[in-house]
């Protein structure tokens, strides 16, 4: 049953009633637990947007999120459900730190263009390959993007402990790389605040405008929303869907490969074990949040950057509240939006109906 | 049961009335059927037929009306309420395990028991009786895949009758049967009046209507419109009724004026993805300025065939020439190429394959020509005003209603989906048109108008292939017609030739004695 929305009502209404719905839960919990369900819900606003530093950490989280929520996005409008974002942004880092500790004698307009294209370029190649896979020998991308997630975390163990790590150091890391390769924060362009929100965000925000472009506008992307519409239909219609599939991979996987270059080149400034934080897999969330659209996705990114952040302070300024409490909002909003996201639907529609609009 | 029943109809409808959002699809539907009558229900599609049988047999419920069986009132909240009453119905896709036997298949759902021994003895006794009072023989250890589709129908209606069906509806049941096996289907049904059933049959076929029932019901958007007994009407009324107009008459078409041969297949063969071949050698040629019917039960081979034509599938062997030239084998041999190479393509299966459901129709009317430059803007970027102009002058010219481009194409009915799609083929001017089942689903008025155009693409000199398992479709425009059964051609018939009895034995896989 899909009863018709105002399609106002469809992108805005619908999710705020399931987010407020899913913090109303949260609240009634909180309060089970014996806490100040005001209290906590208090710290969780006022630390995600309270402040400028409050803010600037907002987005970057945010900024991750959108990266991994578009990589998401776009493979699932060409049908494909790329669960390995977090292996293809952990690969994305090996890709930047061998451009940003290799290249040290370039010049910082050459240096981090050309380790942002190295990230995107080995997300791509790892996303390309479960593409590739299907593609030609019928292997389920679900189950291949999966495992290439394991694959990926056992690699970079193993080259950051064994083969990257800083000569004499006890940490698995490698030396920080040159500043030439630093994304200036957007500290240095004003923000008041010292959040490591660097220009990745603006990166985002243009990969987000892209995207737009390339499925809307492009006969590419028209192709591609017709073979995420049915592969019968993009049969018919002469559509090569095994390159397809490899390039919206390996798109996917370029995608991907931003949290690389907002963590290492932004924030970090080396090549660290685990820096991908399990933002490929709430990239998933954030996408089926924002129905897999550009827009949608960075307005979810913000949601989900708001929650990590304030979740953090709330932790914090509320200490009797068990910090799981973060993790449980996040799972009622993905469950309120995602996968309940059509309970309201029809009752909303009808009381919609009545009045006449 | 009380002796009063006896006169009592077998089913009453009275006010009948059912919405789905702004679709009125049944409006104050007053229905009397009498037991022990073949009662037939005619109309259009989306004439509201299936929406009141869906009401009776349970799957929705009326918002106002009373339905009354065996003169009771009764609430039909679900299927399982209508089996109770001894209501069943014979779906137009047949609901059985493909896997299991036929006695597997009869039992399911009336298993009789934790134990199935005893409820497998039982229900094989009945089987043979039920096989005997109505000649409805199938072997109950048959499976179920392994049987044609006229026996396969067979079991479905024997599951009704083992359930205690009194009342049988059957909707569109001929769609895939050959002529002999609906003549089969009849005799059935009638050795089933005669003891007393009743039968509630559902169809858009007029002469089905005239041939098997007692009397028969019309419907047209949503209402009833009229009654009457079957023995005092006539098809020419019945397709009034039905479309609110009259009928014209078919006009005599010229004889071809044929052209080069544009097309032409040589020792084509397939496999799907199972490895069974499902077209074998197929010869064919078809010359520009005639229409090549390919008749045939469906499944045989037809479909495949047509794909593969359309270079949507890489036959096994063979040889096929386009406009005089070898495409396959060929290094590129696909859908796109081919369509640049002039062959248009409308699938017979146009909401799995030829229609973007979810996209506005101005999207679905850019389908495989996504790459034409005409689409983008001064930036190479697709233009959606070019677009939705393009959709609306299609949706102009080939009469698509409601002719909003912006629309999604699955809120089209089937006709004018059809008709979207026939104009975004047409309109290119191929030289080579693939049909697909060119009206299924569409209704009468639809017909003409996609007939018509299809005998103007002749008329234009096109070469067009047309491949339809309604004969009376393949009898309308064909020139010529070639009968495929079990992935070979069976004969071939030249129009004047052909006759519902000979294709029909040729479909069934007898080899034309006359011939």
Sequence with gaps: MNAALPRWADLILLPLINLLLALGLTALIVLATGSDPVAALTALAVGSLGSADAIGYTLYYATNMAFTGLAVAVAFQGGLFNIGAEGQA??????????????EFLPPALLVPLAILAGAGFGAFWAAIPGWLQAKRGSHIVITTIMFNFLAASLMVYLI????????????????????????????????????????????????????????????????????????????????QGRMTVLVMALSGALA???????????????????????????????????????GVLLSALLFGALTQGGAEMAFEVPDVPSEIVVLIQGLVILFAGALGNMLRPGLSRLLQRKPA | ????????????????????????????????????????????????????????????????????????????????????????????????????????????????????????????????????????????????????????????????????????????PTGVLTPQEADDLFRVLRALRDQGRTVLLITHKLREIM?????????????????????????????????GRRLSAPA???????????????????????????????????????????????????????????????PSAGEIRLNGRTVFPGRDFNAASLRRQRLGHVPEDRLRSGLVRTARAAETAILGYQHDPAYRTGLGLLSHDKILAH????????????????????????????????????????????????????????????????????????????????????????????????????????AAEATEQRLGLLMAGVQDVAA
Excluded at chain 1, 277 to 289: D, E, H, R
């Design chain 2, 211 to 243: 041939a098997i029932t007692d009397r028969v019901s019309v419907m047209r958007a949503g209402q009833m419109v009229a009654h009457r007994n079957t023995a005092e009407t006539s098809i020419a009324e019945l397709g009034e009724l039905m479309i």
């Design chain 2, 391 to 494: 959709g609306a002058r299609l949706m102009r010219d080939y009469d698509v209603r409601p002719a909003d481009p912006s629309l999604r194409s699955s809120l089209f009915s089937g006709g004018n989906q059809q008709k979207l799609i026939l104009g975004r083929e047409i309109e290119r001017d191929p030289a080579v048109l693939l049909v697909g089942q060119p009206t299924r689903g569409v209704d009468i008025g639809g017909i003409d108008a996609i007939h018509q155009r299809l005998l103007a693409c002749r008329a234009a000199g096109k070469a067009v292939l047309v491949v339809s398992v309604e004969l009376d479709e393949i009898l309308a425009l064909a020139d010529r017609i070639l009968v495929m059964f079990d992935g070979r051609i069976m004969g071939e018939l030249t």
């Design chain 1, 161 to 240: 402990v064994n083969v990257l790590i800083a000569p004499g150091s006890m940490s698995p890391e490698t030396r920080r790389f040159t500043t030439a390769a630093d994304l200036p924060g957007l500290a240095s362009f004003g923000f008041p605040s010292s959040a490591p929100v660097n220009l990745a965000l603006v990166l985002a925000l243009l990969a987000a405008g892209g995207v737009w472009l390339l499925i809307w506008r492009t006969p590419w992307g028209y192709a591609l929303r017709v073979m995420g519409e049915s592969p019968e239909v993009a049969r018919y219609a002469g559509i090569d």
């Design chain 2, 1 to 172: 049961m009380a002796a009063s029943d006896a006169a009592a109809p077998a089913i009453e409808l009275v006010g009948i009335d059912k919405r789905f959002g702004a679709v009125h699809a049944n409006r104050a539907v007053d229905l009397v059927v009498r037991r022990g009558h073949i009662h037939g229900i005619i109309g259009e599609n989306g004439a509201g037929k299936s929406t009141l049988m869906a009401i009776l047999h349970g799957f929705y419920q009326a918002d106002a009306g009373t339905i009354r069986v065996n003169g009771h009132e009764a609430t039909i909240r679900d299927s399982r309420d209508a089996i109770r009453l001894g209501i069943e119905m014979v779906h137009q896709h047949f609901m059985l395990v493909e896997r299991f036997t036929v006695l597997e298949n009869v039992m399911l759902g009336a298993e009789g028991g934790a134990r199935l021994a005893p409820g497998a003895a039982r229900a094989r006794a009945e089987l043979s009786r039920l096989g005997e009072a109505y000649g409805l023989t199938v072997d109950p250890d048959a499976r179920i895949e392994d049987l044609p589709v006229g026996a396969q129908q067979r079991v479905e209606i024997l599951k009704a009758l083992y359930r205690g069906a009194e009342v049988l509806i059957l909707d569109e």
């Design chain 2, 252 to 314: 005599p078409r010229p004889a071809p004026r044929l052209g080069e041969t544009l097309l032409e297949a040589r020792g084509l063969s397939l496999r799907d993805a199972a490895g069974v071949e499902r077209v074998k050698g197929v010869d064919l040629a078809l010359r520009g300025g005639e229409i090549l019917g390919i008749a045939g039960v469906a499944g045989n081979g037809q479909g495949e065939l047509l794909e593969a034509l359309a270079g949507m599938r890489t």
């Design chain 1, 257 to 295: 490969g931003g949290v690389a270059v907002n963590e290492l080149l932004g924030a970090q400034h080396k090549l660290l074990l685990g820096f991908t934080g399990g933002y490929g897999f709430t990239g998933i969330a954030v996408a089926l949040m924002g129905r897999n659209h550009p827009g």
């Design chain 1, 90 to 103: 952990y690969l994305a880092g090996l890709g930047v730190a061998l451009a940003a500790l290799n290249l």
